[in-house]
């Protein structure tokens, strides 16, 4: 299998990952919709997976990593990355593929610049 086959495939994997707080709003965006997703590459231990989060001290971060894991356990062993969490750059809406910030942006206009929304635990933990 080509390199670029293995990279869809895990590409593929991650982009079956909901970012919860986005669920929880109503947008059904995955961390590769977002650009959490940094890099994909050959490292000298086998294939690498960089990942970000929207911010560092993300409450939902312990989530995202274990539907991280779950989607990459999905591939077969000789393809399974190891991950790493990076930081810079910082994440941005500018991220976003175009379609995902075209949603998200909608989603901020209809809250408006001082409207708040209290989403439940529950929401947020499905």
């Not at 990593?65 to 990076?86: F, G, K, Q």
Request: glycine share 6%; charged share 30%; aromatic share 4%.
């Amino acid at each position: 299998m080509s390199r670029g086959d293995i990279e869809d495939r895990v590409r593929g994997a991650l982009d079956t990952v909901r970012d919860p707080c986005m669920t929880a709003s109503g947008l059904d965006l995955s961390l590769v919709d977002l650009g959490l997703l940094r890099e994909i590459r050959r490292g000298p231990e086998g294939l690498e997976v960089d990942v970000t989060f929207t911010e560092p001290g993300c409450p939902f971060s312990h989530r995202l990593m274990d539907d991280i894991h779950r989607a990459l356990e999905t591939l077969p062993d000789s393809e399974r990355p190891r991950l790493n969490i990076v930081w810079t750059p910082p994440w941005t809406p500018a991220d976003m593929r175009p379609e995902a910030r075209r949603q998200f942006d909608a989603a901020r206009r209809r809250l408006g610049p001082h409207a708040t929304q209290t989403i439940s635990i529950e929401e947020i933990s499905r």
